[in-house]
Nanobody, 114 residues
């Protein structure tokens, strides 16, 4: 089993920054991808950013503002979120793909006030 622990959410004013962290533990073998999704009230969960074996991909809505990186321990990822907008308000979920299985964290709330 794989556990994902997220941290770093909170309340910030528009234009501000937050950094989310996600650490994976448990039965880690080969991580195919790791990253973040988000779900705003009344909306479907959507991809924010993900690191795969060959690339880092971002949603168009966050390109140029968010940066996804891996820690020295490859089972950790960080999402640096700059120039935050009210529309970035959502619960952010860490996601990991391994051996054709998907794992999710419990989510961390991000609220951006105008």
């Amino acid at each position: 089993q794989v556990q994902l622990v997220e941290s770093g959410g909170g309340l910030v004013q528009a234009g501000g920054s937050l950094r989310l962290s996600c650490a994976a533990s448990g039965s880690i073998f080969v991580i195919n991808s790791m990253g973040w999704y988000r779900q705003a009230p009344g909306k479907q969960r959507e991809l924010v950013a993900v690191i795969t074996l060959s690339s880092t991909n971002y949603a168009d809505s966050v390109k140029g503002r968010f940066t996804l990186s891996r820690g020295n321990a490859k089972n950790t990822v960080y999402l640096q979120m700059n120039s935050l907008k009210p529309e970035d308000t959502a619960v952010y979920y860490c996601n990991l793909s391994q051996l054709s299985r998907l794992y999710w964290g419990h989510g961390t709330q991000v609220v951006v006030s105008s």
